[in-house]
Nanobody
Framework: QLQLVESGGGLVQPGGSLRLSCAAS????????IGWFRQAPGKEREGVSC????????RYADSVKGRFTISRDNAKNTVTLQMNSLKPEDTAVYYC???????????????WGKGTLVTVSS
């Protein structure tokens, strides 16, 4: 069964950093567009960032531009989200997903991980 597994979440103070990883089993991540999404308590899920299969396209939500960086490590079959200058409003469960309609849309995803919790608090 195809699986995505997120890791790297935790508790961090405002201004701190975390590095999230999305690992895949039974398929190569570098064949697909991969997105990061988040859902805060009481809020709808939102797209955070996206990277195309070849890394040529990277997109970010306005709320994270300049603070988050998405990248691939094809040797490890992972996609990483480096999150810097974290704010309390970044607190959410973060999910990675395989995106089938491209980074410009991010409306159609066929596989999801179970998520990792990021809490930004002093």
């Amino acid at each position: 069964q195809l699986q995505l597994v997120e890791s790297g979440g935790g508790l961090v103070q405002p201004g701190g950093s975390l590095r999230l990883s999305c690992a895949a089993s039974r398929f190569r991540l570098d064949y697909y567009t991969i997105g990061w999404f988040r859902q805060a308590p009481g809020k709808e899920r939102e797209g955070v960032s996206c990277i195309s299969f070849n890394g040529g396209t990277r997109r970010y939500a306005d709320s994270v531009k300049g603070r988050f960086t998405i990248s691939r490590d094809n040797a490890k079959n992972t996609v990483t989200l480096q999150m810097n200058s974290l704010k309390p409003e970044d607190t959410a469960v973060y999910y990675c997903a395989r995106v089938t309609d491209g980074c410009s849309r991010m409306h159609d995803m066929d596989y999801w991980g179970k998520g990792t919790l990021v809490t930004v608090s002093s």
